[in-house]
């Protein structure tokens, strides 16, 4: 690696050229522009993901405290439909749509005459709606794994590209000179360092974005709990 990086500096120092974004494009074979373009696509939508996920997390976690302030004093007044309400205004919250779901579900089951039947109809219901808002929080982050995860190998195959472009102007130009290798080098070294530019932030915010949604569902699985503690103590306030 020390070898490669003295002799690419070395090339800079002879080149006549100008070293910018343009020249390096321009010197690039098809191969390795193929591959930039490939990076840089996989960059704008592991940036796309990042944005779309950061907003909808953060969202999730402004309207869930405003809706647990709100919802709080209706439940204790036993008033379901003016919860559901509630969670119904605030449909960026990850717990107001489990509980909505779970009000519904306990409402609708309500005219069962066995109070085990209605808790068991309510607590499928929490079940679903937290499986089905977990997807939710997921969406997206499976790409930015297989982004993380494959962005240094797309990388490397330019590196494979640019050293052949190498040892294909040693066998043109019959010398083993700096000048006969100095272009495929360069792309070796320009696809690696983009390939791991693409790789590394996507790693960062898989694993960032995952840690949000283990706490999103210990908050929605302790919501569902404490809805289905509600639900037993309030029918059994009823008979």
């Known amino acids: 690696m020390l070898a490669t990086l003295f002799i690419y500096a070395a090339w800079l120092q002879e080149a006549s050229t100008a070293w910018d974004l343009r020249s390096m494009w321009t010197s690039m074979g098809l191969l390795a522009k193929i591959v930039v373009v490939i990076l840089f696509i996989l960059s704008v939508y592991s940036f796309g993901v990042m944005i779309d996920r950061f907003l909808m997390y953060n969202n999730a976690r402004k309207q ?15 008033k379901l439909d003016e919860a559901i ?17 779970g009000l519904s579900e306990f409402q609708s089951a309500s005219q069962q005459v066995s109070d085990a039947e209605v ?3 309510a607590k499928r219901g929490l079940e679903r709606s937290v499986a089905i808002v977990h997807a939710e929080m997921k969406r997206g982050l499976s790409a930015l794994a297989t982004i993380g995860s494959t962005a240094p190998f797309v990388g490397l195959f330019g590196t494979v590209v640019g050293i052949l472009n190498a040892f294909k102007g040693i066998a043109a130009e019959k010398a083993t000179g700096l000048s006969a290798v100095a272009g495929g080098i360069a792309e070796a070294l320009v696809t690696t360092a983009f390939g791991l530019l693409v790789a590394v932030p996507a ?12 706490a999103f569902d210990v908050e929605m699985d302790n919501s569902s ?9 309030r029918r059994g306030a009823k008979k």
């Open 64 to 78: 869930s405290r405003l809706f647990v302030q709100q919802v709080a004093g209706a439940l204790k007044d036993g």
């Open 203 to 214: 790693v960062w915010a898989y694993n960032y974005f995952t840690n949000k949604v283990e």
């Open 225 to 233: 709990m404490e809805l289905i503690n509600y639900f037993i103590l």
């Open 85 to 101: 309400a509630i969670a119904e205004r605030n449909k960026k919250s990850h717990i107001a749509k489990v509980v909505a779901t």
């Open 119 to 121: 808790i068991e109809a």
